[in-house]
């Protein structure tokens, strides 16, 4: 994630975000992508209940994430996204979970993966999202994302 | 909880329902009630579904619990429920929840609490259910209920 | 909550919050509970992970929610706490969840409630807090706080 | 999954797993996975408190899931779970979640999806399970199962 369009958040890890495991639960890395993707809309492309507003929804047909390293309780999160390989009717957000540790000069990667969304209308049928919303997104993207995070970083 | 009218459910409790103080969070349990009153619903009453069918839903207006012992990762929880306090918009479901332990003579009580739901149309108003629920709902509660759980047992 | 030891911190609602009734799920405004706690306490008395270096932990022992109003999806909510009922090994925290809303002059009270905390040891004993704990909490609280929140608001 | 030791069970969705698009909320499927792979576990090789027992953790270290279908409140959810990819330090269960329709003549793929778990002691150094163990999850495994569920089914 070296291309200047990436958008960054944060996030305090919630007593209820974690397991008996001491750490956080692997499902709500999930959420954080949600958090994340959902702000990059918002102040770079057009907040979801607009999308709704004009009749469609974005759902999740495909999620993937890699478990690098543990979160832990109040753990101050920061995630970075971006958009990629945007389609016709599909496109794909890119995370990346860090946390910032004083103590250490690197920040540790914890999380990668991605989310992949299709456009649909009510009925469920496929449709293109307005033209000035793909403008939008088409200006985020880079040409050479790949469509899955790769092993080694 | 000595009336015949007591419905009985059970739930197995999961990593996921758990935080990092090694038991489930306070928030999961109003889960677990969720899942006894629905249960209790479809299997006395009728379900859920049928109720948002004819354009009615029980939202929460409060909820209360009262946590007297942890549950852990892999319990088998049982939960016992009742209807009572029913009135022309309004009903309460009380909830305790058990963990059977086979080294122990007795089970032991984790949590108790209730929930008052009020039946409403779709913009919202207070309506009142079909005769036909309401028949249902009075021949399961007990007059002597009292609306919140007493705090000795 | 007319004192001036009302701590005040936001919330987005995340889809993930949401359920099928197009609202805030019951269970969620206890997360949300949770954060604002989590940060009166960091920012006014001490992390709660200080309290668990120390060997102490504070479980949740009875909570309560009235539900006056929706909440939906990416509303932007504002959490008031307050801490009450200071005694030897308990303490209270009032909750007002409210959402700000241009389009009316007043905003919108969305959910009371309050959750009881008790200090204990690693061994589940109940166990006081340090002084230098107590000296700030009873520093946030008033003399006229009620246990339970009035139903008149 | 058209080997044998396919591992089935159900559970019933919860107004709570589900979101303001009245459907199950896709982080959700994941607490399902894990449901699913706990039950297998105890009836089929032990049960993960044992493993824990034994000063060993299971972590997920990757998941992935594709979403065909959406799951709406009180669906009866079948999931399929197998075992494969089982290395020296690691497994794989591959999971099929599937919605019993009585409307229809064949049930309905919703998601399919992959964990893999890496064993590990309790200061994180990847570490063998019991032979034990092994010997058990090595007879659930098939030769011919790949990584990632493929595209078509």
Redesign the interface.
Known sequence: MKNKRVFTTSC?V???D??????V????F??YF??AR?ELMRQWVC???EIEAIGL?M??????????A?A???DLLTIETEVCNLRKYTCQFNYRIIRQDDTRIKPTLLVKGY?IHAAVNQVGKLTKLPEEIMEKLRSLTTPDNTTVPEQND
């Open positions: 305090r919630l007593y209820g974690t397991d008996a495991g001491g750490v639960y692997y499902a709500h999930l959420r949600e958090k959902t907040s979801y209940r929804i759902p999740v047909t495909e999620c993937f994430a890699r478990y690098k543990s832990f309780y109040d989310t």
